[in-house]
């Protein structure tokens, strides 16, 4: 349906801008609400319980992923003092932290009003899955720039690329250049969706303790993200210096 295939497109865009490092809370902010708006048509045609599961995540990530932009190697050093090698991974990992912190902290302040919001905005359920959105495509945006400054990115289609690193963001470790990207329009394999549907239930259940009264949520929320994408840049970080050898 064109309804349906421009507020995907729409969705994908206003993620990708989250994905963004350099937006202030504000914006942050205003962002999460309007994709919460998005994600309300979606979850109204998956059913209330479906639409805060992690099956409903997954097919969200496969449709935004390919809409996140990967920035090449020129321009990595650009935007990082020309820094290269360890030291601009280093960075890249640092600065997705401070951006998934900013979702929790928008995240958590915009809870913390939730009363005075109109509530098909920011309904609890849905404001929870566009944060954990939100901060699954920064990080698929890291795994990514991670890749591309170790000279491992895959080559490929938009989508195949996007597959192979929600593979890889979903179990921690770079793309395995020997097995291949998917063919067009063939998705992760069953064992690997189970895999990425784990680990989103599990990053649902986490984002939910955030949603506290007050501030103490802002709080929780950011360094709850900043805690999980340093994990997640690490032991990135690892695997492919160890695969370079």
Known sequence: MPGELERREEVGEVVGRLAARDLDTA?????????????????????ARAAITGSWLAELVDQVAPHIPVRDLVTLRSHHEGLSGDELAASLIRSATRATAGVGAAGGALAAVQHAAPPTLLAAPLQLTAETLAVVAVELKLVAELHVVYGRAPVGSRSQVATAYIGAWAAKRGVDPSAGLPPLGVVLGVAARQQLRRRLARRLARQATTMAPLLTGAVA?????????????????????RRQG
């Open 221 to 241: 929320g950011a360094e709850l993200n900043r805690r999980e994408t340093r994990s997640l840049g690490e032991a990135m970080l690892e695997d492919l210096r």
């Open 27 to 47: 914006e942050r902010g205003r962002l999460l609400v309007r994709l919460t708006g998005l994600l309300g048509s979606g979850a109204r045609s998956v059913g």
